[in-house]
Nanobody
Framework: QVQLVESGGGLVQAGGSLSVSCAASGLIFSINDMGWYRQAPGKQRELVAVISIGGVTNSADSVKGRFTISRENGKNTVYLQMNSLKPEDTAVYYC???????????????WGQGTPVTVSS
């Protein structure tokens, strides 16, 4: 079993900054991509940013230049630094990782429980 535990998030005023982190634990042989998705009330879950094991990143156009994703492979942890936050960034942010638990197994998608981020205007 693999668990993703998120921390951070909360309430911030527009223009402010927040960071969230996510640590993977359990039976882990290797982790491929890690990233963040978000889901606002009444909307579908959408990609925020993803980072490969080699550090290659991809992010949604709506957060480019404001959000930065990073990871520490040795700690199985991914981070999301969010700057210049806008009310439309309000959502539950979910951590995501593709994990291989044993050497010859396939990678499996694992999700965190979600952490709320609220940006007030």
């Amino acid at each position: 079993q693999v668990q993703l535990v998120e921390s951070g998030g909360g309430l911030v005023q527009a223009g402010g900054s927040l960071s969230v982190s996510c640590a993977a634990s359990g039976l882990i042989f290797s982790i491929n991509d890690m990233g963040w998705y978000r889901q606002a009330p009444g909307k579908q879950r959408e990609l925020v940013a993803v980072i490969s094991i080699g550090g290659v990143t991809n992010s949604a156009d709506s957060v480019k230049g404001r959000f930065t994703i990073s990871r520490e492979n040795g700690k199985n942890t991914v981070y999301l630094q969010m700057n210049s936050l806008k009310p439309e960034d309000t959502a539950v942010y979910y951590c995501y990782a593709r994990v291989r638990s044993r050497r010859y197994e396939n990678f499996v998608a694992v999700w965190g429980q979600g952490t709320p981020v609220t940006v007030s205007s």
